[in-house]
């Protein structure tokens, strides 16, 4: 995707889609949501990370930075090739409206086992050889992640520093024992990733034959307790235990007066470009199979980061350190070429990182939710805008429109309503219009914001666990003709859709099959 062409997307992750399978996947309701983003005129879908979830049901707290979530697995295409027989839903089914990841992940997981020995006994000689190429382009970072993930089932899930000192360390007679006691269960994961990457490059080719570009999302650290972590600590701070010495974090602000403590193991930089940033270059190489273009997460970590000590109670003890800077992209770029980033630069941003993000050529972001606590010189306000950057009217990470307009201060109201000279009943068009008319090269609005939600469908409540947090799902009747209409006419109006000088654009059609 050109990010210097103008338009429009929705951000809504996977796992919000419907289906009767508990959670959003890469099936039917995918391709049904692709083409209503081709009929309201989007020419973006941009999701969350895609990687498995960890602590909290967190997409960004995962076990691999390069494993897909075998939650995303659709079961139809399982059930149509006849390895898995139609799935018998648990007594009162699943909520259409949230995902209880508790009762979910077993489920799909169960599924997924039936399914795998169906295709053991059932598969043709293609199909065989077709996993078995797969497994061996992707050994890189495959059979690291199906042996961990088969130690850590064989290990009643006890992170990865508790297991047998032989197995933490990763002596090569216990890794050699290791894959041979756990073949089968490591064959189970390396086909659930196969199962993944088949079906999303099947819905990604399905997306771009209509003009429909798949954003990603790379968040910049990875899990302690993860396979990237176990199979190289030497590229983290670990001490002797594999303990991490520091982790990440960012300071007190406005938002908290304690700062935000994540825990993450901090990077060894320095060993890392000794190598040539390959194992970054591999990971991007992996996210680029998955999408057309990328948000890099926390990207002011990368001028510099806030390392606190381990072991503290609170983010106040950090200090910044140099981060990586513009050595680090270059050399991803040569590995694989121009990169299709979005730099997350929003938070306390120094002048350092707007430098390393222009200098890379990256377009920033623009939260119009944010922009109304000061006045007009406010870098958020679309008059203020400048073409490279990408305007959003909220984020995974805040409330919804219709929540931030109940919740928010008078002043903020006030000046928000004399802005955009709405209330409460279209706050959510008026803000998508003002982004859809800025210079922004690219808008981007959560689906909740165009369905005109409330708060309590908001997707994440940042610096909390549990709750509702990662289980908002849409319905199709939430849908209807009317959102997708107006959106449409907003992108053509704006020069970000096709515009139709007859008529307003159309429902999407809808095949059958669905």
């Not at 992170?159 to 007679?173: D, G, I, T, Y």
């Not at 235990?241 to 193991?265: E, I, K, M």
């Not at 990470?397 to 309503?417: C, K, M, N, S, V």
Request: charged share 15%; hydrophobic share 45%.
């Amino acid at each position: 995707m050109d990010l210097n062409q103008r338009a429009a997307g929705v951000l809504l992750h996977v796992t919000s889609l419907p289906g009767p399978h508990g959670v959003g996947d890469f099936g039917p309701a995918a391709y049904r949501f692709v083409d209503w983003l081709q009929g309201a005129g989007q020419r973006l879908w941009q999701w969350l990370p895609t990687t498995p979830i960890g602590p909290g049901d967190s997409p960004y707290q995962s076990v691999s930075a390069f494993a897909g979530s075998p939650l995303m697995v659709a079961l139809e295409p399982l059930v149509d090739q006849g390895w898995l027989a139609p799935p018998t839903l648990p007594d009162g089914g699943f909520d259409p409206a949230r995902v209880d990841f508790a009762r979910v992940v077993p489920w799909r997981l169960s599924q997924l086992r039936q399914a795998h020995a169906g295709f053991r006994a059932k598969a043709d000689v293609a199909e065989l050889s077709a996993f078995e190429a797969y497994c061996q382009a992707e050994a890189g970072w495959l059979d690291d992640y199906a042996l961990f993930m088969a130690l850590e089932t064989a290990h009643d899930g006890q992170p990865w520093w508790a297991w047998a000192p032989p197995l933490a360390a990763r002596r090569k007679p216990a890794l050699k024992a290791a894959r041979a006691v756990h073949a089968a269960e490591t064959g189970f994961w390396q086909w659930v990733q196969w199962c993944f990457d088949t079906q999303c490059s099947a819905l990604k080719a399905y997306a771009n034959e209509r003009g429909v570009a798949l954003m990603g999302d790379l968040p910049i650290f990875i899990a302690h307790h993860s396979a990237d972590c176990w199979s190289r600590p030497d590229l983290y701070e670990l001490d002797k235990t594999f303990q991490p010495t520091v982790v990440a974090g960012v300071p007190p602000d406005d938002l908290g007066p304690l700062g935000q403590l994540w825990g993450n193991p901090m990077y060894r930089w320095k060993r890392m470009a000794r190598e040539g940033h390959a194992w970054w270059a591999a990971r991007v190489r992996r996210m680029l199979q998955q999408a057309d273009v990328f948000r890099i997460d926390h990207f002011r970590g990368f001028a510099a980061y806030w390392e606190i000590p381990a072991g503290s109670p609170t983010a106040q003890a950090g200090r910044w350190r140099k981060g990586p800077g513009q050595a680090l992209f270059d050399a991803i770029a040569a590995a694989l070429g121009p990169l299709p980033i979005v730099a997350e630069d929003l938070g306390l941003i120094t002048p350092d990182v707007h430098a390393l993000r222009d200098a890379l050529g990256y377009p920033g972001m623009k939260v119009l939710q944010y922009a109304f606590g000061g006045d007009a010189t406010h870098a958020y306000l679309p008059h203020n805008y400048a073409p490279r950057c990408v305007a959003y009217t909220g984020t995974h990470d805040t409330d919804t429109l219709r929540g931030w307009w109940d919740q928010a201060p008078q002043a903020e109201r006030h000046y928000a309503g004399t802005y955009l000279a709405c209330d409460a009943s279209d706050v959510h068009w008026a803000m998508i219009r003002a982004a859809c008319n800025s210079v922004a090269h690219l808008v981007v609005f959560p689906l909740q914001d165009v369905l005109g939600l409330p708060t309590e469908h908001r997707m994440n409540t940042p610096g909390t666990l549990g709750g509702h947090n990662w289980t908002w799902r849409f319905g199709w009747d939430q849908l209807g003709t009317e959102p997708g209409r107006v959106l449409g006419l907003l992108a053509a109006a704006s020069g970000r859709g096709p515009f139709d000088p007859v008529g307003p654009p159309q429902p999407p059609s809808r095949p059958a099959s669905y």
